[in-house]
């Protein structure tokens, strides 16, 4: 990993702990969105250093926020929201098992009854 200085570019928003740690996506335990009417919506992220184990929390302006700076890493359970919130629409390796079996039951069905149908 190279570092942030030097580019030229404006740098994507990234958090770091104080103990200078980069914080990743596997760090955050939660994020959430606090949305504003009057002013600027902030990201909220909750993170536990991969480090120190320091846990710290961290507003982010919504506009310079993007989800690519926590490096994409799959995991389940206390990450589901977090999922949800950054890759909305995409489909979950659940939800692709729950549609094939929801599939074979209506395959099932078909080869049973009126098979055709179009
Ligand atoms: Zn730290």
Redesign the pocket.
Known sequence: MSPDAGSGEISPTTIR?????RVVRKDVIQTGLYLSVLGPSYVYVRYR?G????VGEKLVEQESWDPAVLHPARRRGEDADIQRFEEMGEITPEEIIDFHYGLERLGAADRQGEVERA
Request: with cysteine; hydrophobic share 0%.
């Open positions: 702990c104080n103990c200078g740690h250093c480090r120190c184990r320091r």
